[in-house]
């Protein structure tokens, strides 16, 4: 009897302990799908908030066990939250990059074209349209752009490039992104808003100018030129500043073009970079009559080449003065296409330049008559022809006509710089260009 | 009796409570559910995914009651059924499904989107036979059979995209060998509808191979004989995409992508032109201007010598005021003046100097009049033989003065001035006293 007792007082406690554990699992099971979210931990709350478009499934195709994880338990139309709910589920980094980028972009893609700015957003008729409202449209879009970069940064950390959008300038948004690449991490955001700022304000002013520039336009451009430098050497060391400098402006480009034959190393290009930057950054005035500014800029452009013949030393400078030459350059460019040293592209120059200072003596010789002259530049011209084919090779020399050869005759100049023929001597002497090999 | 009864009851409730805890337990394991349900599959010839993903970081809540690692898996298609069984939405599955497998051929596609060194530059480049071909020409084509390569990737991409998820991604357009305006054939191509998208590129990609064979062919002179074979491709071109294009759809691609396209949208600038306009003055432009049924304008059709060639034997001149005729008749008197006001390009010039200055468009009609009078005046005076050079020269230098007061007097001193600066004061040859 006694034993029975036991055992209705063991199944009594057996049964409580059992109901604990149920009611323990009943409370920790999976939540209902139609109301519960995977928490997400307090984040502060974004400056702009950007609403996800949930795209829900069928009602009939979803099985909807409450007992089961379906993805409605992790969506939801805060793009944070989400995230959040991703992580927590470890859903790799990656995969939630490619899932919010995804969307952000649809989400905006709509926007874009609701602006109406884009050819493909546009009928062949509305693309006609241009003027004042395009500008409006172009400032809302690059706003847009613009938000959302930031919205993709804030929620993945990521920095997207965007191609931002200009009227009045072709620029090249690619090549920004990269020099912003080049920065350090913390530096890039505030180089960016400096650059878009000063970009905003250049072409506001475009736009109110229409290309016709008062002298407050001009101050006013030289003055937001000045502030851009300035923000950005506050934020830039002076060493950053010319790197950014040398991988995005217009300077550079053009500088790498001219001193193609030159060989600069390193140091020399940036020191001559440094020198002409400033030129063209505060001596570039929109104003035909501006003569205030020219004469400036001649000035210091006379200064510059002082500091750069100071800077390279006689040899070096002389290499430099041929290297601004086209002809030397186009020589130099044929030499290195054809496999032959730049000594052989030197030898070609000077038989040019000689052959060109010849020709010169010989379109102003009041001694020969226009027929003469021209005889006599035909002659030289075969003869420089044979010289630099004999240096060049054939094919190298082909290649140097097709960027327009070495001319030394030429009837219309012969005929047009001397005024006075007079009787000369009825043969004539050709002048040689002699190389030594 | 009694207590071996209660025993049973215990006994029965202790059951009951066991198999409900058990169930419970069970219903936490959706990883459990999801793996019964995805069977070993045949292996396929698809694509693999990648082994590993970089590690995800700790979720920043409680421990997970559910793990992706259990919808992970190498295999395309058992990780979009674990994601649909998960009910994760389509468009989701295909965001995740397309960024993966852009990454998996990323590396493949890299080195055929990568620029040839110096393809920018504008030099000739010696081949290995010593033949030296113009640079951007051989650079253009080694960049073609790049593109053409990629093309192939892109394909093969596609199609495992269509397996994997049944849909048709658009192709990007493949570039042929010389410049063209692709960007508006791009807009053109998704301006269609989706269907019809990818035979219209085909088309289009395959006209602009054989047309660049056929500049090699004839040396890039417009010969009678190119002008013939250059018509014919073209008409094959059009009846291709006749095929496919409905006729509205067919006038809308030509409206955004064939030459004459561009000159109509700038000789309806700031015209406010509607679309019934448009169309109207778009068609009888390419009744004219498109005499070869491609894209070659008015006046680029030439003989062996360069000089113009006439189509139907009427000159440029006569089929220009033909065409001006058409117009005015499609869009009335009224309409008709403002266009023909729009084209002016004086008009324009004054009218961007009026936005500048906030002038009225009473003024820029009023020195719009001056100009059209100095040009009158500047050609009497040049067809007066009566007078000696000199007399016309200073004759032209007082109407000069003249004109740049009348300016000053109708527009104000500054914008006049910054019209003389800007734009040489006079719009019509502004110089043509120093030519004579």
């Known amino acids: ?45 974004a400056s702009k908030t950007v609403t996800r478009v949930i795209h829900t499934p069928a009602e009939s195709s979803r099985p909807a066990a409450p007992s089961q994880f379906t993805w409605r338990l992790i969506e939801t139309s805060d793009f944070k939250k989400y995230i959040t709910n991703l992580r927590a589920i470890e859903c790799p980094e990656q995969t939630i990059q490619d899932i919010i980028m995804a969307e952000v972009n649809k989400l905006y893609a709509a926007r874009e074209a609701a602006l109406k700015l884009r050819p493909e957003h546009m009928k062949p008729w509305e693309i006609a349209f241009t003027g004042r409202s395009y500008y409006q449209k172009q400032k809302q879009l690059n706003e847009l752009l613009r938000e959302k970069r930031a919205l993709l940064k804030e929620l993945l950390g990521i920095e997207m490039p965007m191609d931002t959008f200009s009227l009045y300038s072709n620029r090249n948004t690619e090549r920004y992104e990269e020099a912003y690449r080049k920065l350090p991490a913390d530096k890039r955001d505030l180089v960016r808003a400096i650059q878009e700022g000063y970009w905003d304000q250049a072409d506001e002013l475009q736009q109110r100018t229409k290309g016709y520039w008062e002298p407050e336009d001009v101050a006013e451009q030289r003055k937001t030129r000045a502030e851009r430098r300035e923000a950005l050497a506050k934020v830039l060391t002076a060493d950053e500043m010319v790197d950014f400098e040398l991988a995005t402006s217009s300077t550079a480009s053009s500088l790498r073009s001219q001193l193609s034959a030159f060989n600069a190393s390193e140091q020399e290009f940036r020191e001559i970079f440094k020198l002409r930057h400033r030129l063209d950054e505060e001596f570039n005035s929109p104003d035909p009559g501006d003569s205030a500014s020219r004469e400036a800029r001649s000035r210091l452009r006379n200064r510059m080449e002082e500091q750069i013949k100071s800077m390279l030393g006689e040899q070096r400078y002389a290499e430099y003065q041929r290297s601004q030459d086209w ?80 001319r030394i005759s030429s009837d219309r100049v012969a005929r047009t710089i001397v005024t006075q023929p007079a009787a000369g001597p009825t043969t004539i002497a050709v002048p040689r260009v002699i190389v030594t090999p | ?299 680029v059709a030439v003989d062996p010598s360069g000089n113009l060639i006439d189509q139907d034997g009427r000159s440029y001149a006569e089929r220009e005021k033909q065409a001006e005729e058409k117009v005015k008749e499609a869009l009335g008197e009224e309409r008709f003046a403002q266009y023909k006001l729009n084209q002016d390009y004086t008009y324009r010039s004054l009218n961007q100097l009026a936005e500048r200055y906030g002038l009225s468009q009473e003024s820029v009609l009023k020195a719009l009049d001056i100009q059209k009078s100095y040009r009158e005046q500047q050609q009497a005076l040049r067809s007066n033989s009566a007078l000696s050079s000199q007399e016309r020269q200073s004759a032209s230098q007082e109407l000069r003065t003249e004109i740049d007061k009348a300016m000053a007097n109708a527009l104000g001193e500054k914008p006049a001035s910054a019209f003389k600066k800007y734009r040489g004061g006079i719009v019509y040859d502004a110089n043509f006293i120093s030519y004579q």
């Not at chain 1, 496999?339 to 592209?345: H, S, Y």
């Not at chain 1, 010849?358 to 003869?383: F, P, S, W």
């Not at chain 2, 004989?225 to 008409?235: A, D, P, W």
């Open chain 2, 1 to 299: 009796m009694k207590t071996g009864a209660l025993m049973v009851g215990l006994s029965c409730v202790s059951v009951g409570l066991i198999t409900g805890i058990a169930l419970l337990a069970k219903s936490r394991q959706p990883s459990i559910a999801i793996q019964a349900r995805t069977e070993p599959q045949a292996i396929t010839n698809i694509k693999y995914r990648f082994a590993k993903e970089e590690p995800a970081p700790a979720p920043a809540g409680p421990a997970p009651e559910f793990s992706w690692h259990s919808v992970e898996s190498q295999d395309y298609k058992e990780y979009i059924a674990h994601l649909r069984a998960i009910d994760c939405p389509e468009e989701t599955i295909r965001d995740i499904i397309i960024a993966d497998v852009n990454k998996l051929y990323a590396p493949r596609e890299a080195p055929f989107k990568a620029k040839t060194p110096g393809a920018q530059m504008a030099d000739e480049v010696v081949m290995a036979d010593g033949i030296i071909v113009s640079g951007s020409s051989a650079n253009r084509q080694a960049e073609f059979e790049k593109r053409k390569q990629l093309r192939a990737i892109q394909r093969e991409k596609n199609a495992l995209l269509k397996e994997l998820l049944g849909i048709e991604l658009p192709l990007e357009t493949l570039r042929a060998r010389d410049s063209r305006n692709y960007e508006e054939f791009d807009w053109a191509f998704n301006a269609l509808p989706a269907n019809k998208r990818e035979l219209a590129r085909e088309i289009q990609e395959n006209y602009w191979q054989t047309s660049d064979a056929l500049k090699d062919k004839y040396s890039n002179k417009r010969t009678p004989e190119y002008l013939e074979e250059y018509k014919r491709i073209n008409v094959e071109r059009r009846t291709d995409l006749a095929k496919v294009l409905n006729t509205e759809e067919m006038e809308d691609y030509e409206m955004r992508t064939s030459n004459i396209a561009g000159s109509v949208r700038s000789s309806v600038e700031g015209f406010n032109v509607t679309e019934e306009e448009y169309r109207k003055i778009f068609r009888v432009r390419k009744e004219i201007d498109l005499p070869y049924g491609g894209n070659l304008g008015a006046g």
């Open chain 1, 1 to 45: 009897m006694m034993r029975r007792e036991t055992i209705v007082a063991g199944l009594i406690c057996l049964n409580l302990g059992l109901v604990a554990t149920l009611a323990y699992v009943w409370t920790h099971r999976a939540p209902p799908s139609t109301t519960t979210e995977v928490q997400a931990p307090a984040t502060a709350p």
């Open chain 1, 327 to 406: 002809g030397f350059r186009n020589l130099s460019r044929v030499a290195q296409q054809t496999g032959l040293p730049q000594d052989t592209a030197i030898k070609a120059y000077d038989v040019q330049r000689l052959a060109s200072e010849e020709a010169a003596r010989v379109r102003t010789d009041a001694t020969l008559t226009v027929e003469q002259r021209t005889e006599t530049l035909k002659a030289m011209q075969d003869e420089v022809n044979k010289t630099l084919t004999g240096l060049l090779g054939q094919t190298g020399f082909e290649s140097l006509q097709r960027y327009g050869g070495v």
